[in-house]
């Protein structure tokens, strides 16, 4: 009995899903997104004038969009039919935002919202026949927490963590929505154009970071 127990268990692993750490490949390939996205002026970069009801934000920077490292672990699983599928979370060392100029009930005052943990995810698979393909199945923020914001006047200091969950995350996560289908078109060409597309996730992210660059 033990014998069968032993070759049904070798013979389930034989066609078992095979699940490869590709930690050390994602870190490699975000140091280049991040010179990527510094080249770009993603440093430091002024953000849109915003209104909310009846709060103004304007004069506002992005201070650390080029800070991205691994918010969780990244894998590539290869299925029995030979599809690849990689899911990554990445998220921002440092993630500020600053306005010079805030209007709120009657007050005038400048300040600093800083984020303290922020996780995005990128999964996408890929098959290679009938014909080489990359779908992308997840393209969005998972979470913007921990939102401290820091004014000018301190009674206007407070843990803004639900304003980012409810309305911040949502629009971000509109705007990458729309990025989805152009993100896809530039993966298949960079992977399906090239035999050892498949396996080279390091340069994956940096495609994917240098695709977005536009929209974040």
Not at 106 to 128: E, K, N, P, Q, T
């Amino acid at each position: 009995m033990m014998k069968l127990l032993a070759v049904l268990f070798l013979a389930s692993l034989a066609h078992a899903d095979k699940v490869i750490d590709i930690n050390k490949q994602i870190d490699e390939g975000l140091k280049k997104a991040n010179s990527i996205l510094t080249a770009r002026g993603l440093g430091l970069h002024p953000v849109p004038d915003h209104k909310f009801d009846d709060l103004e934000l304007k004069r506002g920077v992005h201070v650390g969009i080029n800070s991205l490292q691994r918010s969780d672990d990244a894998t590539l699983t290869i299925g029995e039919d030979g599809k690849v599928s990689v899911d990554i979370h990445v998220g921002w060392h440092l993630f500020e935002t600053g306005y010079a100029l805030i209007k709120t009930q009657g007050l005038l005052f400048s300040g600093v919202v800083r984020v303290g943990d922020s996780s995005f995810r990128i999964a996408y698979d890929i098959v290679s026949k009938p014909e080489c393909k990359v779908s992308l199945s997840h393209l969005e923020y998972e979470r913007l927490a921990d939102a401290q914001f820091s004014g000018s006047l301190p009674e206007t200091d407070r843990d803004i963590s639900d304003v980012f969950s409810q309305h911040v995350l949502p629009y971000f996560n509109e705007k990458f929505a729309k990025a989805k289908g152009h993100v896809e078109r530039v993966m298949n060409e960079a992977i399906c154009r090239h035999p050892r597309g498949l396996v080279a996730s390091q340069n994956h992210i940096t495609t994917i970071i240098d695709a977005l660059g536009e929209f974040l």
